[in-house]
């Protein structure tokens, strides 16, 4: 299932970056080229980026490749390490639940009930930040699933 999840995460990125790389180039190309800046372009682009951002960070959590101090477990013995280990995982979990899933959750909302709309797109703002609460239970899925294993 996490392999699963991974190949689609990864897909997912590639297809957002492809799609944002286009958007950055006809946004150079309308300026330069035919003097008349598109008018989603920008919009389009910060939108994708934080998509990549969050989404980003879900796919490098969940190869466990984010940046960590690690200093200090480094010093210790296996036992201790694997003790530090589970301590963080569990703070990770409780972070991301609290701030992604409640938080992200509750931004969702108040942008549909509020019918909040983008200026250039007029797509729901609700759409946009739909990424923060799917990226958390993406992670809490990565981190329970690591403590699950023996690799931890």
């Known amino acids: 299932m996490r392999r699963k999840i991974d190949a689609v995460l ?3 990125l590639i297809v957002i970056m492809a799609v944002m790389v286009i958007n950055v180039l006809w946004q150079v ?11 989603f372009t920008d919009e389009l682009a910060r939108y994708l980026m934080i998509w990549i951002g969050v989404l980003g960070a879900a796919y490098v959590s969940g190869r466990n ?3 960590a101090i690690d200093i200090l477990p480094m010093r210790q013995n296996k036992k201790t390490q694997k003790k ?6 569990m703070l990770v979990i409780l972070f991301v639940f609290f701030a992604f899933v409640i938080g992200g959750s509750r931004l969702v909302y108040i942008s549909y009930v509020l019918g909040q709309q983008s200026p250039a797109l007029q797509v729901p703002l609700a759409l946009v930040y739909i990424i923060i609460p799917i990226s958390g239970l993406l992670i809490m899925y990565y981190k ?7 690799e931890l």
Not at 84 to 89: G, P, Q
Not at 144 to 150: M, W, Y
């Open 10 to 12: 990864s897909r997912t």
């Open 29 to 39: 190309f309308t300026r330069y080229v035919t003097g008349n800046p598109s008018s």
């Open 65 to 67: 490749l984010h940046v």
């Open 84 to 89: 530090l280990k589970t301590i963080v995982t």
């Open 144 to 150: 329970i699933s690591d403590l699950n294993t023996k």
